[in-house]
């Protein structure tokens, strides 16, 4: 009979008390404030010195200043850019036909929460030609509007806004969405850019509920109004396109940096809120099992749980056994069991390092003493499973937005690959047992030869696919770029498996390592039974000493990925929205072309 008890064996806990001390003084051990390990963030003695560009004269009374750019983990960053903060659509489209005229570039920058390049290349962008759009000061307007049938709710919001803003400005009115990855700062602008994603498909059983989707962020939406040029006026404007009746909505969706949304419309559904329990006593081994295992058998692996609830997520720890796994279920009513929340953010052992982890992750950075990596992974373990009796969180209750959330911008910051391997709902098992066993030999392998690149953790999640019936907008169709939008020659396809293997991005060989995964990847699952595409905010196209530089995978593997005539189609509404190229950067320049 499958373990279905909500029991986590693990060691006996500290205090609640002694687990929040430790956070606290984690700054103590590293020389952090609040406890962050801001491995990125350049020092003003590492900043080479540069003279500065004058400042531009902007329209409409628009007034520059000069910003660093300091990406998530730290690996792309610029000393200073010229940025300014636009009011409104309009401002936005004086700016793009301001950046025409004198050859400059626009960037929307939101929360800066992400790994790849689409928003700047790195210290060498020209702090010429470049201007950062600070969404978040003034952009953040929300407000229901009347939605179409099919959804019990609809909003409209600027791009500004951050997901947790947005996620409580519907929950207050008995709205609330399935999908949310875990940050809550990101933007809405930024979560469109790449079709931010959660963890969820129905679960055995469940019906489909109206104005949701299990698909990405992406497939909510119902119109976008964007600045695009308009060849009869030889200007950009700022024009709105609606789903299912203007091919410019969908690729606009999900537009990699290419585009430029002022605001959109996303259906809703009705707020149902969660529980979530999680565990940290199931083996990797069992977690992970070979379908048809005698370990599979006993009705623990990832699969099970996911038909169970629908909704799962497992952090792995580097050279450990023993996973984190988080259950969430629809839940309208409070278990007796559950704890209930009100806020996100429900995890603070996750937030900063306790001490004994900080000191392990500081000889790790300050003393190259790689080799911990083993025993930094035993650490963040012990903190999850110890912490999780200790702060009372093993089984929680409450909004659906409050347990969606749960990483803050203090946690430990690493860099991280990432993947979708979209393929049937039967073969998830499959797909999960097959990278399990294969990532576990390599670290095997390398760790026998004396290397150490991984030191963080796996995070698998299952998401649904961006399906047309799931949105509310009669003749829709997915996003032209969302990385779940279903391939036309396999329609049993019906969900993703979203991989992503993190590690502090100094590690010595983790480009390597990273290019062989990608590479087992990319060939394993090939379009057969299951297909390999790329997280468009994580690296990929990696090669021995860098990411996003495999101009076969850039050009060729990527592209190839969304089948005969898809990739140039979405290219090519993107190129006539913007024919200049102002949204864009070199990096772009190489991805999003035909």
Same mark, same amino acid.
């Given at each position: 009979?499958?373990?279905?008890?909500?029991?986590?064996?693990?060691?006996?806990?500290?205090?609640?008390?002694?687990?929040?001390?430790?956070?606290?003084?984690?700054?103590?051990?590293?020389?952090?404030?609040? /406890?962050?390990?801001?491995?990125?963030?350049?020092?003003?003695?590492? =900043? +080479?010195?540069?003279?500065?560009?004058?400042?531009?004269?902007?329209?409409?009374?628009?007034?520059?200043?000069?910003?660093?750019?300091?990406?998530?983990?730290?690996?792309?960053?610029?000393?200073?850019?010229?940025?300014?903060?636009?009011?409104?659509?309009?401002?936005?489209?004086?700016?793009?036909?301001?950046?025409?005229?004198?050859?400059?570039?626009?960037?929307?920058?939101?929360?800066?929460?992400?790994?790849?390049?689409?928003?700047?290349?790195?210290?060498?962008?020209?702090?010429?030609?470049?201007?950062?759009?600070?969404?978040?000061?003034?952009?953040?307007?929300?407000?229901?509007?009347?939605?179409?049938?099919?959804?019990?709710?609809?909003?409209?919001?600027?791009?500004?806004?951050?997901?947790?803003?947005?996620?409580?400005?519907?929950?207050?009115?008995?709205?609330?969405?399935?999908?949310?990855?875990?940050?809550?700062?990101?933007?809405?602008? /930024?979560?469109?850019?790449?079709?931010?994603?959660?963890?969820?498909?129905?679960?055995?059983?469940?019906?489909?509920?109206?104005?949701?989707?299990?698909?990405?962020?992406?497939?909510?939406?119902?119109?976008?109004?964007?600045?695009?040029?308009?060849?009869?006026?030889?200007?950009?404007?700022?024009?709105?396109?609606?789903?299912?009746?203007?091919?410019?909505?969908?690729?606009?969706?999900?537009?990699?940096?290419?585009?430029?949304?002022?605001?959109?419309?996303?259906?809703?559904?009705?707020?149902?809120?969660?529980?979530?329990?999680?565990?940290?006593?199931? =083996?990797?081994?069992?977690?992970?099992?070979?379908?048809?295992?005698?370990?599979?058998?006993?009705?623990?692996?990832?699969?099970?749980?996911?038909?169970?609830? /629908?909704?799962?997520?497992?952090?792995?720890?580097?050279?450990?056994?023993?996973?984190?796994?988080?259950?969430? $279920?629809?839940?309208?009513?409070?278990?007796?069991?559950?704890?209930?929340?009100?806020?996100?953010?429900?995890?603070?052992?996750?937030?900063? !390092?306790?001490?004994?982890?900080?000191?392990?992750?500081?000889?790790?950075?300050?003393?190259?003493?790689?080799?911990?990596?083993?025993?930094?992974?035993?650490?963040?373990?012990?903190?999850?499973?110890?912490?999780?009796?200790? =702060?009372?969180?093993?089984?929680?209750?409450?909004?659906?937005?409050? !347990?969606?959330?749960?990483?803050?911008?203090?946690? !430990?910051?690493? =860099?991280?690959?990432?993947?979708?391997?979209?393929?049937?709902?039967?073969?998830?098992?499959?797909?999960?047992?097959?990278?399990?066993?294969?990532?576990?030999?390599?670290?095997? $392998?390398?760790?026998?030869?004396?290397?150490?690149?991984?030191?963080?953790?796996?995070?698998?999640?299952?998401?649904?696919?961006?399906?047309?019936?799931?949105?509310?907008?009669?003749?829709?169709?997915?996003?032209?770029?969302?990385?779940?939008?279903?391939?036309?020659?396999?329609?049993?396809?019906?969900?993703?498996?979203?991989?992503?293997?993190?590690?502090? +991005?100094?590690?010595?060989?983790?480009?390597?390592?990273?290019?062989?995964?990608?590479?087992?990847?990319?060939?394993?699952?090939?379009?057969?039974?299951?297909?390999?595409?790329?997280?468009?905010?994580?690296?990929?196209?990696?090669?021995?000493?860098?990411?996003?530089?495999?101009?076969?995978?850039?050009?060729?593997?990527?592209?190839?990925?969304?089948?005969?005539?898809?990739?140039?189609?979405?290219?090519?509404?993107?190129?006539?929205?913007?024919?200049?190229?102002?949204?864009?950067?070199?990096?772009?320049?190489?991805?999003?072309?035909?």
């Amino acid at each position: 009979m499958p373990d279905t008890s909500d029991a986590t064996s693990q060691p006996v806990p500290p205090s609640r008390r002694g687990v929040l001390r430790a956070a606290a003084v984690v700054g103590g051990a590293l020389g952090v404030p609040g /406890g962050a390990l801001a491995a990125g963030t350049p020092s003003a003695a590492a =900043t +080479p010195a540069v003279t500065p560009s004058p400042a531009p004269e902007l329209p409409s009374g628009l007034e520059p200043y000069r910003t660093p750019y300091t990406n998530w983990v730290g690996e792309i960053t610029h000393h200073g850019l010229w940025a300014c903060a636009p009011r409104d659509g309009q401002d936005l489209a004086d700016l793009a036909n301001w950046a025409h005229r004198r050859g400059w570039r626009l960037r929307a920058r939101g929360k800066a929460h992400t790994w790849s390049p689409l928003t700047i290349t790195g210290p060498a962008e020209s702090d010429q030609r470049v201007l950062l759009l600070d969404t978040t000061e003034h952009l953040t307007r929300m407000e229901l509007v009347d939605p179409p049938a099919g959804a019990p709710g609809a909003v409209r919001a600027q791009t500004g806004v951050t997901l947790e803003a947005l996620t409580a400005f519907l929950a207050g009115h008995g709205l609330g969405v399935t999908n949310t990855p875990a940050p809550g700062e990101l933007t809405l602008g /930024g979560t469109l850019a790449i079709d931010a994603h959660g963890t969820s498909v129905p679960a055995v059983g469940e019906a489909p509920r109206p104005g949701h989707s299990y698909g990405t962020l992406s497939n909510l939406v119902l119109s976008v109004t964007a600045v695009v040029w308009d060849a009869a006026r030889s200007a950009y404007v700022v024009r709105t396109f609606h789903r299912g009746s203007d091919e410019e909505c969908e690729a606009l969706a999900a537009h990699l940096g290419r585009g430029l949304v002022v605001e959109a419309v996303l259906q809703a559904g009705e707020e149902t809120p969660l529980r979530c329990r999680s565990r940290t006593d199931l =083996t990797s081994d069992e977690l992970f099992a070979a379908p048809g295992s005698a370990l599979a058998r006993r009705g623990n692996t990832f699969a099970d749980f996911l038909d169970r609830t /629908g909704r799962v997520e497992a952090i792995w720890f580097a050279f450990t056994d023993r996973p984190w796994l988080k259950v969430w $279920s629809l839940s309208p009513e409070r278990p007796l069991t559950a704890r209930e929340v009100h806020h996100p953010y429900n995890y603070p052992f996750s937030d900063s !390092l306790p001490t004994p982890v900080a000191r392990l992750a500081g000889r790790m950075l300050g003393e190259a003493a790689w080799y911990l990596a083993p025993a930094f992974g035993a650490a963040q373990y012990t903190v999850a499973a110890t912490g999780l009796t200790a =702060t009372l969180a093993t089984d929680l209750w409450g909004p659906a937005h409050t !347990l969606q959330f749960y990483l803050r911008p203090t946690t !430990l910051r690493e =860099t991280a690959n990432g993947y979708a391997v979209l393929t049937r709902r039967a073969d998830v098992q499959r797909v999960i047992s097959e990278f399990a066993a294969h990532y576990s030999e390599q670290l095997k $392998s390398r760790a026998a030869r004396g290397e150490f690149p991984v030191n963080g953790q796996v995070e698998i999640r299952v998401g649904g696919l961006d399906r047309p019936e799931e949105s509310a907008a009669p003749g829709a169709r997915p996003p032209l770029l969302s990385v779940v939008r279903p391939p036309a020659d396999r329609p049993e396809f019906d969900c993703a498996v979203w991989i992503d293997v993190l590690t502090q +991005p100094t590690t010595p060989g983790a480009h390597a390592f990273y290019r062989d995964l990608e590479r087992f990847l990319l060939a394993t699952f090939d379009g057969e039974y299951a297909l390999t595409r790329v997280e468009w905010s994580k690296g990929w196209a990696y090669t021995g000493t860098e990411a996003w530089a495999d101009e076969e995978v850039i050009g060729t593997t990527v592209p190839a990925s969304y089948g005969p005539g898809r990739w140039t189609e979405a290219v090519g509404v993107l190129d006539r929205l913007d024919p200049h190229g102002v949204f864009g950067n070199a990096f772009t320049d190489r991805l999003v072309r035909a």
